[in-house]
């Protein structure tokens, strides 16, 4: 007799919400019902999905659900009652409002019927896999009107849902970083870059970063959080030639441009239309009359770095030692307390951002290098431009005392791999030819199996360059 009971209820349950009829389906609940649609982090984009306890509970998700979803077909495929409890299997095709996506879903349903002939706890079972594919399928969309607009509430929710935070909008080029870095928008382009965000992708109109859109937008905040999450302050613009400093002088935002100043951003740089950074700024001085006052403060700071590089360079006298190969002058001058590290300043030239041990490196004197590395000095120090360590400076040019002194020190990473080409030293020795120095790192332990960004190995290259018979490759093909 239970069974039955429970067989009809189920039966006038579904029927009714097949009908349409929410409040005869509803009238079947008992008042502390307790319904149940499994929610966990990878379905929780369905909103009405959870724990729903009494009738009200119950009526608002029918309501949540209603809103999202248009049932286009819904009927029960099954039934099957013991006792107090039926299970019954039921079909669904939906559209999802917002989106217009179809899904089906082919549901199975746990109920229980009380003493009173009423569901007193409801479970559904089902592949969330269709309506969160209905309900997501726009999130890229959302995600680049939601930065167009200013709302991080609603990127937050469409990444956690999947939106790529690298969609670019198909109208303008632009990736989601770049709109908020445009807009000056800082909490968004945290969020953004928090999320992983490229700051190294440029825009597909002209080439520019999202550095170089933030100095349009001028805000100081934005730029601060590019820049520290790692894009690069001398990006150049494939088009013109800007570098974001040039952009945010251009802009005459004079804070902005003071910290990339701060930053090392490069004065000795010429746009592709012929002018240096220094001739660009004088044009924008001549034509601008609204706004020349941030214009002069911005001239202001660009006199202060040029000043300051001048006494820099002038205070590196360790440096010019280096690079003037003067051995005892570096020997005075590491005793009398000189910085063994000091980084020269980034003015245009070969030694840019390099450490008095890169440029011995670099140059070949052994003897200055070894003092150095006596004194202190970072064996791993990396330039800025190609990304490389003092052994990729060695090998390059060749020299081998040098090479195997640098190889044979404590700490020293035999096997970094330059920004550039992701080259290892030992790449860059097979590659200039040079066999003694590629001997050298071998012997002192290098890997044997790293690729490059071109896909070529140690051996690759000690092939291509030496010969597949040649004493190296083969003595490299017998360590790989």
Known sequence: MRTEQTRQVAEKYFSSLENGDLDAALALLAPDVEFDLPQDDWNRVIPYLGQHRGVEEVKSAFAVRAETTEVLDYAMRGLRADGDTAFATIYTKAAHTRTGKEFEILDSHELVVDEHGRIARWKVYFDPNGEIAAFT??????????????????????????????????????????????????????LLLARGADVFATDSAA?????????????????????????????????????????????????????????????????????????????????????????????????????????????QRLMAAVDAGDADAVRTLLADGAEVDEVFPRLGGFNDGHT???????????????????????????????GAVPLHKSVYNGHVELTKMIAGQPGVNLDFQGATNGYTPLHDALWHGYEE??????????????????????????????????PLTAAIRAKS
């Open 137 to 190: 399928s726009d999130a890229n969309e959302r995600l680049i009107a939601a930065c167009w607009n200013g709302d991080r509430t609603t990127a937050s929710e469409v990444l956690d849902f999947g939106a790529d935070v690298n969609r670019r909008d198909p109208a303008s080029g632009l990736t989601a970083l770049m709109i908020a870095a445009g807009r000056a928008d800082a909490p968004l382009t945290d």
């Open 207 to 315: 080439g520019a970063t999202a550095l170089h859109k933030a100095c349009q937008g001028g805000s100081l905040d934005v730029v601060r959080s590019l820049v520290r999450a790692g894009a690069f302050v001398d990006a150049v613009v494939p088009t013109t030639g800007h570098t974001p400093l040039m952009d945010a002088l251009w802009f005459k935002f004079p804070e902005v441009a003071k910290y990339l100043l701060d930053a090392g951003a490069g004065l000795n740089l010429n746009t592709h239309y012929g002018f240096s950074l220094k001739e660009h700024f004088a044009y924008e001085l001549n034509v601008n009359t609204i706004g020349k006052d941030r214009l002069l403060l911005a001239e202001k700071y660009l006199n202060e770095r040029i000043a300051s590089d001048e006494k820099k360079t002038a205070e």
């Open 356 to 386: 008095p041990l890169l440029v011995a490196a670099r140059d070949g004197h052994t003897e200055i290098a070894r003092l150095l590395l006596a004194a202190g000095a970072d064996v791993n120090a990396t330039e800025p431009t190609f």
């Open 437 to 470: 120095c590629a001997r050298a790192v071998v012997d002192a332990g290098a890997r044997l199996d790293l690729a490059g960004h071109d896909g070529k190995t140690p051996f690759d290259l000690a092939a291509e360059v030496f010969g597949d018979e040649h």
